[in-house]
C-alpha cells in the first residue's frame, strides 16, 4: 500500500478552459486528505468551476503556487494535456492525468516531450472498460453534444434567420456519444436527419431507439430519419442540402480521426450552412476543418460556409462538466494514491489502457502508429 502521496491540481491555462481537475468534496480533495494524502491546490484552479480556494482549504488542502504544485506533485491532475509552457514541469517520476489527445498530429511535441522526460501519462479518454466503451470521454462527448446543439442553433439564427425546427435539414456523421445525443435533440426539434455511421451496431440501436422517426405509417409525412451505413458518394448529396452537417466521429484505437468529408464536398454546400467538427480535438471529420477557439468559436470559408470548430467544447459548460468529469476520474486517483500506480495498473485493466506513456516509451498502440513511435506494451515495462 501506497501511504503518503501528494496530488496536485493546477489552474488550467487553455485559452477558455474553467473546469478543474479536483472537487474539494464530493469525490475530491476531502477524500483524499481523509485519506491520509497530501492535496496541493494551485491558486484560483477552481475558480471557473465555482470552487473558491477557501473550499480547498476547508477541506484539509494545501492553496500554493501552480509552480509549487507541479514541482512538489507526485500526480498532478489536469483537464487538458499540457501545454508548451508547462513543458519546464514535465520530471521523471511524475504523474500527470488529463485528456491529452495525444495521437492528434499537432501534439507530436508533447508525445516527444512526456517520452522525453520519463513522465507517467493517463488519458482520460484512452481509459476503457473491458467491453469497449471510453466512460469519462463518454461524459464529456454528451455534454460536447449538448452544447454543438445549442451553438448551432444560435449560428443557424445568425446566418439563416430561423431556428431548428421542421424546416431544417441536419447530418451526423458518427453515432457514438456525441452523435446520439445530438440525434435524440434534433429529432425533438422536428429537424429532418440524416445520420451516418461505420459500425452496424450502433446503427441498428439509434433505429431502434428512433424507429417512430423512420416509420410513420398512414401519416403520409416523410421519415425524419434515414441512417445509413457511410457512403461517400450518398454524403456528397446530402451536404448539398442541409442546413446543419455535424462531425462526431471518434477512434479510440488510434486517438486520430481520419478524414471522412473531402474539402470539394463542403465546398458545395449552401452559403449560411453550419459545419460542426466536434472531433476537432483529434483532427476532425472534415478536411476543411481548423480549430477554432471560444474566443473565436467561427470562421467562414470562401464559400459562406460556417465551421465552429473549437476544440474544448465541455468547458463552455463547467458548472456540468467538471461534476460531470470528476465524478468518473476520482477513482482512478484514489486507486493511484492508495496503491500506487504500477499496482493499481496491475489490478484494472481500464486504467493500464489508459496509461499512454510510461518510462519514456509509448504504451498505446494506437497513438505509437499515429505519431510514429514505438509501442511498447504496459505490462512489458510494469513487470521489468
Known amino acids: 500500500m501506497c501511504s503518503y502521496m501528494k496530488i496536485g491540481c493546477v489552474q488550467e491555462i487553455m485559452q477558455g478552459e474553467l473546469r478543474v481537475g479536483l472537487r474539494p468534496s464530493g469525490g475530491g480533495g476531502l477524500e483524499l486528505v481523509q485519506k491520509g494524502h497530501d492535496v496541493l491546490v494551485g491558486t484560483q484552479a477552481g475558480l471557473g468551476s465555482g470552487f473558491a480556494d477557501e473550499a480547498y482549504s476547508a477541506v484539509g488542502a494545501r492553496v500554493i503556487s501552480s509552480d509549487d504544485v507541479w514541482n512538489k506533485s507526485d500526480l498532478v491532475v489536469k483537464i487538458k494535456e499540457p501545454l508548451s509552457r508547462e513543458f519546464q514541469y514535465l520530471r521523471n ?3 500527470i492525468a488529463g485528456f491529452f489527445h495525444a495521437g492528434s498530429p499537432h501534439n507530436l511535441p508533447l508525445v516527444h516531450a512526456l517520452c522525453d522526460s520519463k513522465v507517467t501519462a493517463i488519458d482520460y479518454g484512452a481509459i476503457q472498460l473491458d467491453d469497449g466503451s471510453t466512460p469519462v470521454l ?17 449560428l443557424l439564427m445568425d446566418y439563416k434567420r430561423t431556428l431548428i425546427g421542421p424546416d431544417t435539414k441536419a447530418l451526423v456523421i458518427g453515432l457514438g456519444n456525441a452523435g446520439t445525443t445530438l440525434v ?9 436527419l440524416y ?3 461505420i459500425n452496424p451496431q450502433r446503427r441498428k440501436q439509434v433505429r431502434d431507439q428512433y424507429h417512430t422517426f423512420l416509420e410513420r405509417e398512414g401519416s403520409g409525412a416523410e421519415n425524419k430519419l434515414e441512417c445509413e451505413a457511410y457512403n461517400q458518394e450518398q454524403l456528397a448529396e446530402i451536404l448539398k442540402k442541409v442546413d446543419l452537417a455535424f462531425g462526431t466521429a471518434n477512434n479510440p484505437a488510434r486517438q486520430r480521426q481520419e478524414t471522412l468529408v473531402p474539402r470539394a ?7 449560411g450552412s453550419i459545419v460542426g467538427d ?23 470559408d470562401e464559400n459562406g460556409v460556417v465551421f465552429y470548430c473549437v476544440p474544448n467544447m465541455p468547458a463552455i459548460a463547467p458548472g456540468i462538466s467538471t461534476p460531470a468529469l470528476t465524478t468518473l476520474t476520482f477513482p482512478y486517483f484514489l486507486a493511484i494514491a492508495e496503491k500506487g500506480i504500477v499496482r493499481a495498473a496491475l489490478e484494472d485493466p481500464s486504467l493500464a489502457r489508459g496509461i499512454i506513456t510510461y518510462a519514456g516509451k509509448v504504451t498505446h498502440r494506437g497513438i505509437a502508429e499515429s505519431v510514429g513511435k514505438e509501442y511498447v506494451p504496459l505490462r512489458e515495462l510494469l513487470a521489468g
Open 278 to 300: 466536434i472531433s476537432i480535438d483529434n483532427g476532425g471529420c472534415f478536411e476543411a476543418s481548423r480549430k477554432t477557439s471560444l474566443d473565436q468559436r467561427t470562421f467562414v
Open 138 to 154: 463518454a461524459a464529456m462527448s454528451k455534454v460536447a453534444g449538448w452544447i454543438m446543439f445549442y451553438e448551432a442553433g444560435k
Open 195 to 197: 445520420a451516418m455511421e
Open 93 to 95: 517520476g511524475l504523474m
Open 265 to 271: 464536398m463542403t465546398q458545395k454546400m449552401q452559403p
Open 184 to 192: 435524440g435533440l434534433l429529432l425533438q426539434a422536428g429537424a429532418t
